[in-house]
């Protein structure tokens, strides 16, 4: 047996999409009826078909900033863990270690910053921070939708006719992207999104590197920020416009607008390489048709650190036919880089370039049915 299989304490979880939909039916449930008349007041609102509760069913964060649910820090220990247990009933196993990776690693960063930063709050970096909602009567013959998010993690899941019919947008994240293990090993909870992103770079010939090549400086962000929706010209969201609301307090503000400014003054990017790195409908950069047999067995390793973030079968068939590699800033390992991988129902998204490339993004999202907004319409019309 080999050490993944022995790590895996319980099976992935569910067999279909119903029955995932009712495994997260049931936990939903259970914490739901674990909670306090006031907590339910917050973790706890109306379904989709309901307007207040769909605009903020669709906005969603990776900064730490408030996410809209109940934190977990304001949960007692049992309840807590029924909100981690329904977060494991979207998640596969190794994507359920990743993001519980990602909520302790808040630790690591505040002793990055020498446990000296608040943000206006009792403690900045806070793994209690990480907000559960619950939109809607999670039951098999309503349409409801959850999510969990807090600093570098937003997962959103939205279930129609007892079916999950939709995963995204996905964002995991990590700050620092490295940090050291003992014996000098080293602890990267993305690592696989990066190195094999750099494997299938580095093998590409001149030609296919220079248009997989948008741009040899790199965004200090993902493009597609925050956005409910992508669209056609979208720009890099810079910082101060990626929290809930504006800060009020004019220092802490300022220090928003001070890291961004200074950010963007390191990447250097002009107008012009803004306008280059701008999300388009047609797929920029190096077509998967156009590389060779083996790129293509590592661009689909690649695709699957992102698809393979939930359960099997929530994962789609992604036609890697169907994508393009566009690559942005340095293509040497341990410098500022993004890339994105772009397909008509596909965008997968990754940058590490703050903190002196050691600070990492990377989102997985679907251009037609992210929060599964086409699929609800479409509900709408068939049942209205």
């Known amino acids: 047996m080999s050490p993944e299989e022995e790590f895996v304490l319980v099976p992935e979880v569910g067999r279909s999409r119903a029955e995932i939909a009712e495994q997260m039916s049931v936990a939903a449930h259970a914490w739901i009826d674990a909670l306090t008349a006031d907590q339910r007041a917050v973790g706890w609102w109306a379904g989709p078909s309901d307007g207040a509760a769909e605009e903020e069913r669709v906005r969603w964060f990776y900064t730490p900033t408030d996410h809209g649910g109940l934190p977990l820090g304001e949960q007692r220990p049992a309840q807590q ?13 190794a994507g359920y270690v990743t993001a519980a990776t990602i909520m302790g690693w808040e630790n690591v960063l ?14 900045a970096r806070d793994p209690g921070m990480y907000y ?20 570098h993690i937003s997962l959103n899941y939205l279930v129609v006719e007892g079916e999950v019919r939709a995963v995204t947008p996905c964002f995991l994240g990590a700050d620092p992207a490295s940090g050291p293990g003992l014996g000098g090993a080293r602890i990267r ?6 190195d094999l992103a750099h494997e299938l770079v580095s093998s590409l010939d001149p030609d296919q590197r220079r248009r997989a090549l948008l741009l040899d400086k790199a965004p200090t ?4 920020g925050n956005r409910p929706r992508v669209a056609e010209g979208d720009r890099m969201i810079t ?33 012009a390489d803004h306008h280059r790195l701008a999300l388009t409908q047609a797929p920029q950069g190096l077509a998967a048709a156009d590389l060779t047999p083996s790129q ?47 397909g008509p129902q596909f965008l997968a998204e990754w940058d590490n370039t703050q903190r002196d490339a050691n600070h990492a993004h990377s989102v997985w999202r679907d251009p037609t049915n992210d929060f599964g907004l086409d699929i609800l319409a479409a509900h709408r019309a068939a049942h209205h």
């Open 81 to 93: 863990r029924l909100a981690m247990h329904l977060l494991s009933t979207g998640l596969s196993t």
């Open 296 to 342: 293509r067995e590592v661009l689909g390793a690649l695709v699957s650190t992102y698809t393979g973030r939930v359960p099997s079968a929530l994962a789609p068939d992604v036609p890697l036919g169907d994508l393009h590699l566009a690559w942005a800033g340095s293509l040497a390992a341990g410098e500022p880089h993004y890339y994105r991988l772009h």
């Open 221 to 224: 962000d993902i493009i597609g």
């Open 239 to 271: 910082l101060p416009d990626l929290w809930r609301g504006h800060f009020t307090d004019p220092e802490l503000a300022g220090r928003i607008r001070q890291l961004s400014d200074a950010a963007e003054a390191a990447a250097g990017l002009t107008d």
């Open 189 to 194: 909870p993305l690592a696989q999104v990066e």
């Open 132 to 151: 559960l909602r619950v939109f809607g009567a999670p039951a098999s013959d309503r349409t409801w939708g959850w999510r969990f998010g807090g600093h």
């Open 110 to 123: 505040d002793l990055v910053e020498r446990f000296a930063l608040t943000w206006g709050r009792e403690r």
